[in-house]
């Protein structure tokens, strides 16, 4: 087993190299062969550890293959999806300017959505997914997973986000709306809502 996955790391590192990163995923066919049943949790362990190296090690290039392959074996590890996309937008995007780098982030986007099909009762993917449209200044399309992500059980930074969009596209009502909820859902926010609540009032 630990021959297989060596030859399968040499393999994802060669087609994930710096000067090759190629998101059309050629490597799926490698990964399809070595795709066996079989792998356990206890492999998926040692892979994080390998991705932490990569990590410590500055090798960022390496860290989203050994991510995918996560995904791969546990389609249900929301981590793997969470942080293989996070690495794909501000590790590997960033080094590259124009079609390459939406083409990345495109990537990223669609990981993301694959692993909200195989999780789709966790805010977690929903929420990275709108904080990148945050990012992209495309509000709506922020807005649209922040909702979902407020469905299910989450931190105060989904409606506090949504507060922030709704500043951003001028809705002053529905963003005092926001604050007011979060001023009264989460008690240790009392004080930041209400210094929004009154400048969006005037007051």
Known sequence: ?????????????????????????????????????????????????????????????????VFYLITRILPNDINAYVLGGWFL??????????????????????????????NPYDYRLYWELAWFYYNEKKYNDALQYLEIAEKYEHPFYIENLKAIVFMRTNEIEKAIKEWEKIREKYPERKEIAEKFIKKLKGE
């Open 89 to 118: 937008i501000n590790g590997i995007a960033p080094k590259y300017q124009g079609k390459k780098k939406e083409l990345i982030k495109n990537f990223a986007v669609e990981f993301m959505k694959e692993g909200i099909k195989n």
């Open 1 to 65: 087993m630990k021959k297989i996955i060596l030859i399968l790391f040499v393999f994802l590192n060669l087609l994930f190299c710096e000067d090759n990163v190629d998101i059309n995923l050629k490597q799926q066919l490698i990964i399809d062969l070595f795709n066996y049943p079989k792998l356990t949790e206890s492999q998926v362990d040692l892979l994080y550890l390998t991705a932490d190296n990569y990590w410590h090690t500055g090798e960022y290039n390496k860290i989203f293959p």
